[in-house]
């Protein structure tokens, strides 16, 4: 504890010269070279548009379907990952329109993934751990959401 | 219950009104969804969620792209309590799963009132004097800089009172997870008020936390089955587009005027959410 608390004042001191060579992904200043504020921000913006393109063209297919015009809200439609897949591939558009909002929800994950590589370009192994908690939160989510359901 | 195309578009057109006016108050669409596919539309409660919880991710990670790139958003801070927020998340989630569907109905009105009362009462400082960084705070490198485009110099700060935003932040993943929404006020709330982060930094990282707050839960929602694509698509289309037209139409007016109009139809809302939840149907 004794050496915790004397790194953590020493981390004050000299507060300056480590953010200067460490922290690209704080706020401020940043390598130019290594913006990982620009590529992430382009992840999200990506993600957002790409799965828009696939939700909208999935619900223009459900208007142009026959019968799909009225849908029974009670009816089953997809809602895991196989099943997904397979209606995909029979050309559902319930199962596009359930891709396109799969990529939505996986595009925060996706910029939890990839900070994880920015961290470790910073050799910032607390952040690299940190963010591998988060991710790790993240699927654990998703394997309990499938038990649970 | 059957959905058509003419209630799809309507569903469509409500969202995006939705949309505008959560991008012009500030407090994101998500909040006046489930209100408005329950309420308006006859929808059940646990669609309501799933499909706001997606249009939450949408208009967070649309945003925050910009903010990311403009340098505002402390990205160790989030991540930091993203720990907190997620594991929330996932307890909302399924604490929705096992709450009656009128208990929920409460809740929301109940929540959706205290969020307003941020619109009215500014809460914390724009920039925070004699701040100085917690234990955690220099055990993370939580504290950093941000550059100030109207006072026209970076602005360092640092971080207080960690651990109790740590607290605030589960607290606010569970609300998240529990009612769909990002529950950015107490987002906000954390960094803010308590660990005396500048308005900037707060209201930024917090919305770039919104979007991994809600894919946490998002997923659960959807393997449950509550993410009926027929209600999701034209939400979150709609949110989607309300949100870049409010953004547009922030450039041109002040939002004051408007804040203080939509105080009491956010009171009125919330108020018929608890009546529901009770019973009673206006």
Known sequence: ?149 | MHISLTIMLLIFLAAVVAGIVGSLVGLGGGILIVPLLTLSFGLPIQYAIGASIIAVIATSSGAAAAYVRDHLTNLRIGMFLEVATTTGAICGAFLAGLLAPNLLFIIFGVILLISTAPVIFKLGEELPQNVHNDRWANLLHLSGSYPDKRLGQEVTYQVTHTPFGLVIMYIAGLLSGLLGIGSGVFKVLAMDSVMKLPMKVSTTTSNFMIGVTAAASAGIYFARGDVQPMVAAPVALGVLLGALIGARLLQHMSNKTLRLIFIPVMTVIALQMVLRGIGISI
């Open chain 1, 1 to 149: 504890m004794q050496t915790k608390a004397g790194s953590a004042k020493a981390l004050v001191i000299s507060n300056g010269a480590i953010r200067q060579d460490s922290v690209a992904l704080t706020p401020g200043k940043l390598k130019p070279e290594v913006d990982m504020n620009t590529i992430i921000g382009w992840v999200l913006q990506a993600g957002v548009i790409v799965s828009s393109v696939i939700i909208a063209l999935g619900t223009l297919l459900l208007l142009l379907s026959p019968g799909g015009l009225t849908v029974d809200l009670g009816q089953a439609y997809p809602h895991s990952i196989e099943q997904v897949w397979t209606g995909i591939l029979a050309f559902q558009p319930q199962a596009i329109i359930a891709l396109g909002l799969l990529c939505l929800i996986a595009t925060p994950v996706l910029r939890v993934a990839i900070s994880i590589f920015a961290f470790a370009r910073e050799h910032d192994r607390m952040y690299v751990l940190i963010t591998l908690l988060v991710l790790a939160i993240l699927i654990t989510s998703f394997v309990l959401g499938k038990g649970g359901a």
